[in-house]
């Protein structure tokens, strides 16, 4: 995610190792990424990679009352 206003970036997604591990958040890798979407509420992580697509948790959710 790059903040527009100061430059910044953070990952969201990706350990920043090349793989094909499921996970949340940087628990999840990837190897050749194409396209990216992020859904609207920034919970939901879509990457085409390797010829199929991928969805990742970018957070995990939150935990059921109890």
């Known amino acids: 995610r790059v903040e ?26 990837f190897h050749g ?10 919970s939901t992580l879509l990457v085409t990679s390797g010829g199929g697509l991928r969805q990742v948790c970018v957070a995990a959710p939150p935990p059921p009352p109890s």
């Open 33 to 42: 990424p194409e396209e990216v979407a992020l859904s609207p509420d920034g």
């Open 4 to 29: 527009v206003a100061t430059g910044e970036v953070t990952t969201i997604a990706g350990s920043g190792t090349r793989g094909n591990t499921d996970g949340v958040g940087e628990a999840s890798e």
